[in-house]
């Protein structure tokens, strides 16, 4: 288990699914962590907050929406305020608006986009001045298989996920000199809400096209993400690590 004695961090969307698990793993390895959640949904933050408390943790739940830049600035702001410092951000947020390419509306392109790509981009640039100036920081942006491989029916999320990609590796070469290292994690088929409604047919096609023939648990994510944001991995940047299970080999 990396060791994160010290640290702060702040994981977004972190209320449920793959980021409540990702804010979990990061104060098991000894993080303070501040829990992002969109408006509205401070409950499930909340729970993860507790959950964490009560296992002897320390954490805080931040309000922002990530696809508005000054919402961003104020959770960065407050989630230092909060823990006294901002040592790894997880640009965990994201969403889905799935549909066939000719059929795809301006709204689902833009949503899927704002959130999964300018989310990751409003966070970073709100992190990136304190992380520059701490001289200090690690950055795990959480993108997806599709966007290396794409998908039939997800041209939004597989151009959002190959963006933050290539966003990953600009940032590793920008913050490189002030040593802060930025990485991604390329999750495949996670069993998270994101999934669940998926038709059986997809489902069982989907299983089928993975090496290990199981889809992955939020957990098996988060524990490559503590690696990325530990010093474990001081001397990674720019990558991305697909954690699926050997669904693609890229
Ligand atoms: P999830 O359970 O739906 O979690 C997504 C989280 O993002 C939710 O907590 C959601 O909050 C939050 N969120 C959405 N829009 C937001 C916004 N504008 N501002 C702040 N928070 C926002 O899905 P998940 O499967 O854990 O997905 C987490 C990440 O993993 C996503 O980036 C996803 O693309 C990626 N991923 C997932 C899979 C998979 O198989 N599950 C595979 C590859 C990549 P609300 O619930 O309150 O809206």
Redesign the pocket.
């Known amino acids: 288990m990396p060791d994160l004695t010290g640290k702060v961090a702040l994981v977004?969307?972190?209320?449920?699914?793959?980021?409540?698990s990702v804010a979990k793993e990061l104060a098991r390895c000894g993080a303070a962590v501040a829990i992002?959640?969109?408006p509205?949904?401070e409950g499930?933050a909340q729970a993860v907050v507790a959950e964490i408390e009560s296992a002897g943790g320390r954490a805080v739940a931040v309000a922002?929406?990530?696809?508005d830049s000054e919402q961003t600035v104020a959770m960065i702001d407050s989630a230092i305020e909060s823990l006294g410092a901002l040592d790894i951000v997880v640009n965990?947020?994201?969403?889905?608006r799935d549909g066939l390419l000719v059929r795809m509306s301006d709204a689902d392109w833009g949503a899927v986009i704002s959130?999964?790509l300018t989310?990751v981009f409003n966070t970073t640039r709100a992190a990136a001045k304190h992380m520059m100036k701490a001289r200090s920081g690690a950055i795990v942006n959480?993108?997806?298989?599709?966007g290396l491989v794409g998908n039939a029916g997800q041209a939004n999320?597989a151009a959002a996920?190959a963006g933050v990609i290539g966003l990953t590796k600009s940032v590793a070469r920008e913050l490189a000199g002030r040593n802060v290292r930025a990485n991604a994690v390329?999750?495949?088929?996670?069993?998270?809400?994101?999934?669940a409604t998926l038709p059986e047919a997809v489902r069982e096609a989907s299983q089928e096209a993975i090496a290990l023939k199981r889809f992955?648990q939020?957990e098996d994510?988060a524990r490559a993400v503590a690696f990325l944001a530990s010093d474990d991995a001081g001397y990674i940047t720019g990558q991305t690590i697909a954690v699926d299970g050997g669904m693609t080999f890229v």
């Open positions: 977004t969307g972190a209320s449920s699914g793959i980021g409540a992002n959640y969109y509205g949904n499930d922002a929406d990530v696809t965990n947020a994201g969403i889905t959130t999964n989310g959480v993108a997806s298989v599709i999320y996920k390329a999750p495949g088929f996670i069993e998270t809400a994101m999934t992955g939020p994510v």
